[in-house]
């Protein structure tokens, strides 16, 4: 049974995805897609390839360990190998229903008579050969519906798999962002107690009032209160850095690393190309043509059933008599048996298959949209992140100039202490800020790798079944 198609985008990724059986390349006709750009909404670049192995541009050896743990050991992604392969059994078991299937039964029985006492022995065996003709094609479709869940089930897999990877090198650049805030806490734990050394002596002196030494000291408490709380913050991202590459969360884990500055332009590729290379597409797309595939079982289903049986078998009251040449049997039997009365069983799972494909599309459709919509808000991001980083940059710059300036001016008595208190805010804020929006760029850029269907080793390779 096929379903009507609105006229929508799921019908022109009909055509993209059914390209390789047609030995048509897909970009070839993205200028047939409804409501989709030829570029990117936000891209400022040229179209180029998405690159995969995008793994390798960070050159870190420790990195490529974690993640090569992550695929080893994560609990989550060894579950979702063990699901791939329950899929390929499952449709090994359902290809194994177009095979003919020969079986062997064999009983012996003793039984005692007692007027006049006998004993009776009777043994038999029987050699059956059945095999059900597939004649409307309904043992192909139940098998393309297992092997079209079977392929969704491996590209749900590979998207995982780039997922866990995204997450463990996002993990990676958290606990180094982390580490990078804790020395700034520390140093500035530091500065604050050399102000205060300076500003008690000076009240001693007579040169400095009460209150500063109060806010100052206020100022350091502060501080270590920072430490603290970055503290177990880092001690967070680490134990869920170690959770990801599937060890024991000991909060043990050493890293010793800078956070890069990515501002080399990413190949953003065509939005058209997304339907064939990203796994979670390719994945929604194959349970859209596997429900499809159920939805032909299902009528079929009302069909007749034609059924062939042989059986070959020997029944004698001796055990080593059994299959003797002169006393073989055997015979052969044709069944027909069609549905005439089920209360309307068969029609309602054939409605409920139906259904099923026409919320399958609209799953599709969400799927492609968001898929999307993912690759364009990281797009926009980037550029935002781009350009605040410029510009806390040189807030940076100017913050830690007036943090020195304001704290000379107050030995000298031209300011007071709130100013230099208001100057340290402003410096720590800007170099907080500048670690921050470092590291949230690199995390920007691993979700776009991913939101583009880049691999993050290999090159992908999606095909599509039709």
Request: glycine fraction near 4%; aromatic fraction near 8%.
């Amino acid at each position: 049974m096929i379903w009507q198609l609105k006229p929508s985008l799921v019908a022109v990724s009909v055509l993209l995805l059914s390209a390789c059986s047609n030995q048509l390349n897909p970009t070839e006709r993205a200028q047939d897609i409804a409501n989709t750009p030829e570029l990117w909404q936000q891209a400022t670049t040229s179209a180029l390839k998405v690159e995969d192995n995008w793994l390798q541009q960070l050159e870190n050896p420790q990195v490529f360990f974690l993640v090569e743990q992550a695929l080893a050991n994560n609990q989550q992604i060894l579950q979702s190998g063990y699901d791939v392969a329950i899929k390929q059994q499952q449709l090994i078991a359902t290809g194994a229903a177009l095979w003919p299937s020969l079986d062997l039964s064999a009983r012996t029985n003793r039984s005692k008579d007692n007027r006049p006492v006998s004993y009776n022995n009777a043994s038999s065996a029987n050699l059956t050969l059945s095999y059900e003709i597939d004649l409307w094609g309904k043992l192909s479709d139940a098998e393309r519906q297992a092997n079209l869940e079977f392929l969704a089930e491996q590209a749900n897999f590979e998207q995982s798999k780039q997922r866990l990877v995204g997450d463990v090198v996002s993990g990676w650049f958290n606990v180094i962002s982390a580490q990078k805030l804790l020395a700034l806490y520390q140093q500035r734990e530091k500065n604050a107690e050399q102000n205060l050394a300076i500003i008690e002596s000076g009240y001693r002196q007579g040169l400095n009032d009460a209150l500063d030494v109060y806010l100052t000291r206020n100022e350091l408490n502060t501080e270590r209160s920072r430490i603290a709380g970055q503290k177990a913050t880092l001690n967070q991202a680490i134990r869920t850095l170690e959770r990801l590459t599937g060890d024991y969360p000991k909060g043990a884990l050493a890293v010793d690393a800078e956070l890069p500055l990515l501002d080399k332009p990413i190949p953003l590729g065509l939005p058209s190309e997304l339907i064939t290379r990203k796994p979670s597409l390719i994945a929604s797309w194959y349970q859209l043509l596997s429900t499809d595939a159920n939805l032909a079982y299902a009528h079929k289903q009302r069909f007749p059933s034609l059924d062939l049986s042989a059986t070959l078998g020997d029944s004698t009251d001796r055990v080593s008599d059994l299959f003797s040449p002169s006393s073989l049997a055997w015979s052969l039997v044709g069944s027909i048996s069609m549905p005439l009365f089920d209360a309307g069983r068969l029609k309602a799972n054939e409605e409920a298959a139906r259904l099923a494909v026409l919320s399958q599309e609209q799953n599709y459709l969400a799927s492609l949209y968001d898929a999307f919509n993912d690759v364009e808000q990281a797009i926009s991001q980037e550029q935002s992140l781009q350009q605040r980083y410029q510009a806390t940059l040189k807030a940076q710059e100017n913050a830690i100039a007036a943090e020195q300036l304001s704290f000379e001016q107050y030995q000298s008595g031209l300011v007071t202490y709130t100013t230099v208190l208001d100057a340290q805010d402003r410096s720590f804020d800007a170099q907080s800020s500048v670690i921050e929006i470092k590291n949230q760029l690199i995390i920007n850029r691993i979700n776009l790798h991913i939101a583009l269907g880049g691999d993050f080793s290999q090159p992908t390779n999606a095909s599509t079944e039709q």
